[in-house]
């Protein structure tokens, strides 16, 4: 039998097994793993019995079906389709490249029987509070999978078709098992940037797919900035018309229903970053009189810089395209940016000289930066949604809304800044580690793995506020031709960080099961560069 980490963390309506001593011996038993495991789970469950028998699949005979007692139905679009798509990942693959597969005699699972125990939220769209915890049972004749609502169901289909192995005869085995899993921290998200460089929705679609795969459920899409400005405002439409790279790199509002409604069917979030008053220059070509002008002794050189904070109009604009973003984005979180904010071209300006005068700021431009960021925030209180912010927000303005997001990036001192932001109170986000498109030759994956989240001075209450983290994929030197083998499986480590136990940190486990999840991922159709020299199982000649 393999064991592997306990956590005291428990699901809200699920209680996880209990072994006394077990927490105390979780490094060991992390190293304990058989490295061979042919179930290469990943991110690890927080408890994980398995045991020696083996059942025999037969994809003709096999099927994922409600529980009796579900709470959710046929009529669970969510789950529907995830059956489907579990089924096809578990037995698609060898069907269309080795043909029929070989049955041999034992015993067999005949069924997966999913039950969602409380109200189902199939209708509805993930959320911060999503509970995603889970139970699965696996054992002959039908295995039990459990879940206090749809999100757990999600993850534990997941688990499942990774508990399932395919020997070089073609047989579909399990080993019968018991676990009970759910996440570390709550938001654990991808930054995809789709201004430096138009992302297909192909290649998001895609992304996401991989993120379902990985246990990731927050899709950080970072959607606009200074190079261009793909998305199509019904509001605004010159915005587009005259910002993005061309009228062939927008998204269409049914573009971006279609990415948020994939993201829901895989428990997914999607949060949407309009970064400013920096990094708007693509903002200026669509709206006039939105960006401040530069000047250069006395007179306008023609050049542009941020957003001009000191006129109404400004206010006016924003109110009125938040409050579409608020109705296109069902989540109730907005990312607002509000980093590098560049203030030359401000200080250049007579009239905003002038504003800096009539407000008592003297020369302090980050107090006119606060004053533009505490005007927004209130604009996003107003249309009945939540800020999200990078660090320099709160350096600059520690009175922000409370429950505000503050999303820690700069890799310099990044424990000292989560201790001052949740000593005053606020929520974080970790993103500093993680910044995956800084590339280095070698195994870097092994350091985004070994970052401890939790590392920093503060009291409980304080570490009780960092709710997760993102990595993030800069798109300068990034579009669809390797968004996803520089992501993949680069990224998996976050993603194990961010989902299992602190105990699991054991590197020689890490990589075994990790090399058989990128091939795992490979087979699912994601594009993943290798770790390292080897090769997949499946490239073998049959």
């Known amino acids: 039998m393999q064991r592997s980490p306990l956590s005291p963390r428990r699901p809200r309506a699920l209680c996880p097994l209990m072994l006394p001593g077990l927490l105390a011996l979780l490094p060991a038993l992390v190293a304990a793993r058989t490295l061979g495991d042919p179930a290469a789970l990943w991110p690890l469950p927080l408890s994980v019995e398995m045991f020696p028998r083996q059942l025999l699949l037969a994809p003709r005979n096999f099927s994922i079906d409600h529980g009796p007692n579900s709470t959710a139905g046929p009529s669970c679009v969510i789950l529907q389709e995830a059956f489907r798509r579990y089924y096809e ?3 698609g693959f060898y069907e269309r490249h080795h043909g029929p597969t070989r049955f041999s005699t034992g015993t067999e699972l005949q069924q997966l029987l999913v039950t969602v125990v409380l109200d189902s939220e199939c209708d509805a769209f993930p959320n911060i509070s999503s509970d995603e915890s889970y139970s699965l049972l696996v054992k002959e004749p039908v295995a039990m999978l459990k879940a206090n609502r749809v999100w757990g169901a999600l993850r534990g289909l997941e688990t499942f078709s990774q508990l399932i192995y395919q020997d070089s005869y073609g047989t579909f085995t399990i080993s019968e098992s018991i676990i009970t899993d759910s996440p570390r921290f709550p938001h654990r998200g991808i930054l995809i940037d789709t201004s430096r460089h138009y992302l297909p929705i192909k290649a998001i679609l895609k992304t996401l797919d991989a993120m379902s795969f990985n246990k990731f459920n927050v899709l950080h899409w970072h959607v606009v900035d200074d190079q261009s400005f793909p998305y199509q405002s019904i509001t605004f439409p010159e915005l587009s018309n005259k910002g993005s790279y061309s009228l062939s790199h927008i998204y269409t509002p049914n573009d971006v229903r279609k990415v948020i409604e994939y993201a ?7 949060i949407p970053e309009f970064d400013s008053p920096g990094h708007t220059l693509s903002w200026g070509k669509g709206q006039n009189d939105l960006l401040t002008p530069c000047y250069n002794a006395q007179e306008p050189s023609g050049y542009f810089g941020p957003i001009n904070p000191t006129v109404n109009t400004t206010y006016n604009f924003l109110y009125k395209f938040f409050k579409e ?3 296109v984005f069902p989540d109730q979180f907005i990312h607002l940016g509000g980093d590098e904010v560049e203030f030359y071209c401000w200080a250049s300006n007579p009239k905003i000289q002038n504003f800096m005068k009539q407000k008592g700021f003297g020369e302090d431009y980050k107090k006119l930066e606060s004053f533009y960021v505490q005007k927004l925030v209130d604009i996003i209180a107003a249309v009945n949604k939540s800020s999200i ?4 927000v709160f350096d600059g303005n520690k009175e922000l809304q409370p429950g505000t997001v503050v999303e820690i990036w700069k890799a310099e001192n990044y424990p000292e800044e ?4 949740t000593e005053a109170g606020y ?4 993103a500093a580690p993680w910044y995956l498109d800084l590339i280095r030759y070698g195994q870097d994956w092994k350091t985004y793995y070994e970052v401890e989240p939790l590392n920093f001075s503060g009291s409980q209450e304080q570490k009780k506020l960092m709710i997760g983290g993102e990595a993030c994929l800069w798109g300068e030197f990034v579009d669809a031709t390797n968004l996803t083998p520089r992501l993949w499986p680069r990224a998996s480590a976050v993603g194990e960080r961010l989902w299992s136990h602190k105990g699991v940190r054991n590197l020689e486990d890490a990589y075994h099961r990790l090399i058989r999840h990128r091939c795992r991922m ?3 159709g994601i594009a993943a560069q290798p770790l390292f020299t080897g090769y997949c199982n499946y490239e073998e000649s049959t």
């Open 325 to 327: 973003i608020s109705k």
């Open 264 to 270: 829901r069917l895989r428990g997914i979030r999607v």
């Open 89 to 91: 990942y578990i037995f």
């Open 418 to 421: 989560q201790t001052k932001v």
């Open 389 to 392: 912010v990078w660090q320099e």
């Open 522 to 524: 490979v087979r699912r």
């Open 427 to 430: 929520p974080i986000i970790l």
